[in-house]
């Protein structure tokens, strides 16, 4: 059965016995005290879930939190996944501790707006009403409650329910409802069993929407379950998606330990960490504050104790904002953009909260470098686009992984793609599915222009170097140098050799008419030498020169491809192809194995220059030295060509 729900979820606030259960069951009809203690007691300590129906039939969900203070970490795990408050301030006691607290937690975990609810009004006259009205009027003042409208209630006698009912389901409407796109992500809040059933997890879906047969992901354990049904407000439905308050059949949770403060999400997409850089804003009520306070951090419906790690001061002062890393005592699960509070171990009070930077492993850090990090995190905002290229900055010039980025987002690769495509400032390798800023990668072909103009600088006429010649440096990584060779391949600023050369086409600039006259008379030696090449001192005798000047010559007869060095002999090119030729052709006589001495007579070479000329054409992949005897590649590339060639 499909349920129509409306995506927004409310939840009360406030002091102990100030009446935010009775509330919840004026509106709903709905006991949210589900525990027999809470009812015996009359006191509420977990969260308590209802639902209210909205005049156009859809459903809205109510959670009411416990407003004992002990009880504030159940209070956070409730408030942490609502869009708007419900503040509930008993007209006879007025503003009490528990309402300046939880005040301070809503503001804090960004609760988008609300309503201030004033309960007992029947039990007091109108002035002392008035007086508390005042009160917590002056209180919200500068919080994300300022502008709520103030209702006046009794839920015993149901005077003023209608009314905020009505006020409550027009501001619902007014919210912009939680977007399901993006990876699944779901905070548990509670895990119990239920006959024919099993094991069922709750909680309020942060983002994304999950189906039936779906795998999760636990974190931070990192075991995976299968969801084998979806409950919400009552009913079976289809799909959970963000903002509806949900409850998943996961048989598996129960022997892998489930429970709140773990996260169910998409697999592979989220983290654990035991590190969290954050940005912080304390309240006003927090006094002092120093490096390595013990703390205890809530986000999601997790509460872990850590320390407080300051970057670039030694201790802070009420209402400061500041960027911070908290040292956590176990792993835990969140992501950019989440809200969280900070509270001290002892006393158990709220200093501040803010908003999650990055989650990450704890270890050696510079303060004050991490300090300039997470302030250039902040710089970027929440914009995708501004966040990647914050994190290529960080990244260097070696880049970071499309794997890599789409972690620190908590997107899927697909998504980080499509980003990257509409980035100008960003190229992408994807050979290797790297992303480069274009800064960097303009900087290291500048860095790669000048190292092989160094490595050339003795012979000027040639063009070409072993790929493996230029050396990684740190501003330009190996990653980097890869991407290069590819990207001036494509704009054909270079072409591939043979055996790892790579070739500058700028370079192959005409020879000036005294140096080509010299090439010349080489290039005619070697052909008219054949089989029996020439030597180096043969070659310099022939053109008048020798030294650099003659192998920057030699070296660009090489790259021109008219001049093939066969160990210490210099073969014209169309000599190394007709032997080539004249291997294959012997192979494909004896069965694909080279017989040598036909091979020999039939070139009418000796075996000091056909031993030589054996291993090049070994490297050149048209033959294999196996098991003492040479055989034929038929499937080589050169092979292919030469049978081309040959019309076969």
């Not at 740190?474 to 391949?489: A, D, F, G, N, T």
Request: charge should be negative.
């Amino acid at each position: 059965m499909a349920r129509s729900i409306h995506p927004v979820v409310v939840g009360t606030a406030g002091h102990i016995d100030h009446g935010k259960s009775s509330l919840v069951r004026a509106l709903t009809g709905i006991d949210p005290d589900r525990l027999k203690e809470e009812k015996e007691r009359g006191l509420t300590i977990d969260l308590g879930f209802a639902r209210f129906k909205l005049a156009d039939g859809r459903w809205l969900g109510l959670i009411d939190v416990p407003g004992h203070e002990r009880f504030v970490r159940n209070m956070v795990a409730g408030s942490s996944g609502i869009d708007l408050a419900m503040l509930v301030v008993a007209a006879d006691d007025g503003v009490m501790p528990q309402t300046t607290e939880h005040v301070d937690i809503l503001d804090l975990l960004g609760v988008r707006g609300g309503l201030v609810v004033l309960t007992k009004t029947d039990v007091v006259d109108e002035a002392l009403v008035d007086m508390a009205e005042d009160e917590v009027k002056k209180l919200v003042r500068g919080t994300v409650l300022q502008d709520a409208e103030v209702l006046r209630v009794s839920s015993t006698t149901g005077e003023g329910i209608p009314e905020l009912r009505a006020r409550l389901e027009q501001l619902a409407l007014t919210v912009e409802p939680r977007q399901s796109h993006g990876p699944f992500r779901m905070p548990v809040q509670r895990v119990f069993s239920l006959p024919g059933i099993g094991t069922v997890i709750t909680g309020i879906p942060i983002s994304g929407s999950v189906t039936p047969g779906t795998e999760l992901e636990v974190l931070p354990i990192g075991q995976k379950v299968k969801v084998r049904g979806i409950h919400a407000y009552g009913g079976k439905v289809d799909e959970a998606v963000a903002g509806h308050s949900t409850a998943l059949s996961v048989p598996d949770a129960k022997e892998l330990g489930v429970h709140r403060g773990m996260v169910l999400c998409a697999p592979g997409v989220f983290n654990a960490g035991d590190a969290v850089d954050v940005e912080l804003q304390l309240t006003l009520r927090a006094g002092r504050i120093a490096h390595r306070t013990p703390i205890r951090f809530h986000t999601g419906t997790v509460e872990v104790r850590g320390h407080l790690l300051l970057l670039d001061r030694d201790q802070t002062e009420a209402g400061e904002q500041l960027v911070a890393r908290l040292e956590l005592d176990e792993d835990v699960c969140c992501s950019h953009g989440d809200r969280f509070l900070l509270r001290l171990q002892n006393p158990a009070i709220t200093v501040g909260g803010g908003r999650i930077l990055r989650l990450s492993r704890s270890g050696r850090y510079r303060r004050r470098s991490l300090g300039d990090e997470l302030s250039g995190i902040v710089a970027a905002g929440d914009r995708p686009e501004a966040r990647l290229s914050h994190e290529l900055e960080q990244a260097g010039p070696g880049g970071a992984t499309v794997d890599d980025l789409a972690r620190a987002l908590e997107v899927g690769e697909e998504k980080v793609l499509e980003l990257l495509a509409a980035m100008p400032e960003v190229e992408l390798h994807r050979k290797a599915m790297r992303a480069f800023l274009l800064q960097h990668v303009q900087a290291g072909e500048r860095e790669l222009q000048e190292s092989v103009d160094r490595m050339l600088a003795r012979r000027p006429e040639a063009a070409s170097i072993k790929r493996t010649a230029v050396r990684t440096t740190k501003s330009l990584p190996q990653p980097l140098v890869e991407h290069l060779w590819e990207r001036l391949q494509a704009q054909g600023k270079v072409r591939a050799g043979r055996q790892g050369v790579i070739l500058f086409v700028d370079r192959l600039r005409p020879l000036a008419a005294p140096q080509q006259a010299i090439f010349d008379k080489l290039i005619g030696e070697c052909e008219t030498r054949g089989f029996r090449p020439p030597e180096l001192h043969e070659l310099a005798a022939v053109a008048g020169i020798d030294g650099d000047p003659l192998l920057s010559l030699l070296d660009r007869a090489q790259d021109e491809g008219r001049i093939d060095k066969v160990g210490d002999h210099y073969y014209a090119a169309k000599i190394v192809r007709h032997v080539c030729r004249s291997i294959r052709d012997n192979c494909l006589r004896n069965g694909e194995v080279l017989d040598i001495p036909s091979l020999r007579d039939g070139l009418d070479t000796s075996r000091k220059y056909l031993i030589p000329l054996l291993e090049y054409v070994d490297s050149l992949g048209l033959t294999v030295l196996r098991g003492g005897v040479r055989r034929l590649l038929p499937s080589s590339d050169l092979s292919r060509d030469l049978a081309a060639e040959a019309g076969a």
